[in-house]
C-alpha cells in the first residue's frame, strides 16, 4: 500500500495538510480576538463571499529572496488560506465547531503530498487548490 493510500486508509491528513489546518485554526482565533494580532492581519467583510482577509501587497520589482521569504510569512500564507475556507465554515460561532467544520471540508479535498517516487499533479497545498482539478 503506497503512502497516499495508507493515508486514505487511516483517515490520517498529510503534515502539509495538517500545518495548513493550523493556520486556518490560527486565523479564525485572530479574527475572534482569541489571540494577538500582531501580523496586523485586516479582515473585509462582503455579502458574497462573507470574511476575507486581506492579503498584504509586495512591490513586484522586490528580488525572488524577498519574494520567497513573502510567500513564505504567516501574515500572507495565512490570509491565502483563510480566503480559501467556504464562508459557511467560517461563519462557525465556538472554536470547537469550527475545528469541526474544517476537517470535514478538508476532507472533500484530495489530499496527494509530493513525495519521493511517486508523481503528483500538483503541489497539494489548499492555496494552489482550485474546485475544478
Known amino acids: 500500500m503506497d503512502y497516499w493510500k495508507r493515508l486514505s486508509h487511516l483517515k490520517l491528513m498529510s503534515l502539509q ?17 482569541v489571540v494577538p494580532n500582531s501580523c ?17 501587497s509586495l512591490s513586484k520589482s522586490s528580488s525572488m529572496r524577498n519574494q520567497t521569504l513573502y510567500d513564505s510569512s504567516f501574515a500572507v500564507r495565512g490570509p491565502k488560506l483563510w ?7 467560517k461563519a462557525e460561532r465556538t472554536f470547537d465547531n469550527f475545528k469541526i ?3 470535514k471540508f ?3 479535498i484530495p489530499d496527494n ?6 508523481t503528483s499533479s500538483w503541489s497539494n497545498s489548499l492555496v494552489d487548490y482550485t474546485p475544478s482539478r
Open 17 to 33: 495538510r495538517r500545518r495548513e489546518r493550523y493556520v486556518i485554526l490560527v486565523m479564525w482565533k485572530t479574527y475572534h480576538n
Open 40 to 56: 496586523n492581519i485586516k479582515f473585509v467583510e462582503t455579502a458574497r463571499h462573507g470574511t476575507k482577509a486581506v492579503v498584504p
Open 83 to 89: 480566503n480559501k475556507v467556504p464562508s459557511n465554515v
Open 101 to 103: 467544520s474544517l476537517s
Open 106 to 108: 478538508l476532507a472533500l
Open 113 to 118: 503530498p509530493p513525495v519521493s517516487g511517486y
